[in-house]
């Protein structure tokens, strides 16, 4: 029984090595991997609209467009997203380029003639025939094609498909893309009959960008899609997440704190929502690149 009890013990131990060395034998190679060093964003461009726009409109209409109590030129009470997201990216001014404007379609011309996104994109590549891929890049546009003018999704994404090609083209290596809200839900949209209609077409172009980013995805590649249409969806259902209370009607023109206010004017969101905008999307970016030692300077 003694031997029979040590011979039990010998086996259990030789089993019990082996696992150990099956173990080793597979992780040692991963071990042996040099870690792969994540770089920082270093340059942040900016394509887009008004959503976007940090005073390009301003400038060029010389103070007029838009005036105040809008904020400094922006189509807001205060700070916009990209802000908040240069911010947290920890860049200063002189590392952020913003070409959105105000009025701009994703195609060549915007509203009153200014450069659509197409445009901005691509005076920036005759420019920059290459770049650094350490740079993100953001484009947030296509209300416009909307709400003020008569382009189909279909031509949309053909234009959006241009602009992030060009962009690849010349080494962009992140991306960081914005979806469309629900258009038929804004304050200046909702009550009216083309509320259904606007719905839908924002539905039909998410689907659409979805569809596009997904087949410009390589593994060398990082673009990140910010779905703003669930976070404006989820903002009008539980206003109480954000600190909002009121999320269906404009807080330009009253006394309210509008702070509490998803919306500033019948399109435009409220400085507060564009610092939740610029939250999440640099949660996005940093999980999508791993940016996990970023940090960020202090917001004004």
Not at 23 to 51: A, E, T
Not at 229 to 240: E, R, V
Request: aromatic share 8%.
């Amino acid at each position: 029984m003694k031997r029979s009890f040590r011979l039990s013990k010998t086996i259990l131990f030789l089993i019990a090595a082996s696992i150990i060395a099956v173990i080793v034998m597979v992780i040692s190679p991963q071990l042996r991997q040099p870690q792969k060093i994540v770089q920082p964003i270093n340059q942040l461009y900016i394509f887009g609209d008004s959503l976007s726009d940090v005073g390009n409109v301003f400038r060029a209409t010389g103070g007029q467009v838009p005036a105040a109590p809008y904020f400094q030129g922006r189509h807001s009470n205060g700070r916009v997203w990209v802000e908040e997201l240069a911010a947290k990216l920890n860049l200063s001014d002189d590392r952020v380029e913003n070409f959105a404007w105000g009025g701009a379609t994703t195609g060549i011309n915007g509203l009153n003639r200014v450069p659509g996104v197409l445009a901005q994109v691509e005076t920036f590549v005759q420019s920059n025939p290459k770049i650094d891929p350490q740079a993100l890049f953001v484009i947030w546009a296509g209300s416009n094609d909307y709400l003020f003018s008569t382009e189909t999704p279909i031509t949309s994404m053909k234009n959006l498909d241009r602009s992030l090609q060009s962009l690849l083209q010349i080494g962009a290596k992140r991306l960081l893309v914005a979806n469309l809200p629900d258009l038929g839900t804004l304050p200046a949209t909702r009550t009216t009959e083309t509320s259904t209609k606007l719905t839908n077409f924002a539905i039909e172009y998410n689907q659409d960008l979805k569809t596009i980013l997904d087949r410009l995805q390589k593994p060398e590649l990082t673009i990140t899609e910010l779905d703003v249409f669930k976070i404006y969806q989820t903002a009008i259902t539980n206003p109480q997440q954000f600190g909002f209370t009121n999320v269906t009607s404009a807080c330009l023109g009253s006394s309210a704190n509008c702070d509490r206010f998803l919306f500033w004017d019948g399109i435009h969101p409220t400085t507060a929502a564009h610092k939740v905008l610029g939250n999440l999307a640099f949660e996005q970016v940093q999980d999508a690149i791993g940016l996990r030692s970023v940090k960020s300077r202090p917001t004004s």
